[in-house]
């Protein structure tokens, strides 16, 4: 479900500060949506970043890792 990849407020403030960080364009669940499952990628902030595909990909694992410490291991989100 929509609310297990980023509607979770935990999961939301991470990819928003990520979003942030990296993107021109302003965070919303439907452009974070748009990018993740159509790969329709917002304008880079900065020219030396690194690729779009890269930064959602890191982010991706990081909110699962935790996700699943939480879960398991009863470690704080």
């Not at 990849?5 to 500060?17: L, Y």
């Not at 974070?32 to 020219?47: A, C, V």
Request: glycine share 2%; proline share 8%; charged share 10%.
């Amino acid at each position: 479900s929509w609310h297990f990849v980023f509607n979770c407020p935990n999961k939301q403030f991470i990819w928003k500060t990520i979003w942030e960080q990296h993107f021109d364009s302003p965070f919303s669940a439907t452009a974070l949506s748009r990018t993740l499952f159509n790969f329709q990628f917002p304008q880079l902030k900065q020219q030396y970043d690194p690729p779009a595909l890269v930064i959602l990909g890191h982010a991706l694992a990081s909110v699962w890792r935790h996700h699943w410490a939480m879960v398991f291991d009863h470690q704080p989100f």
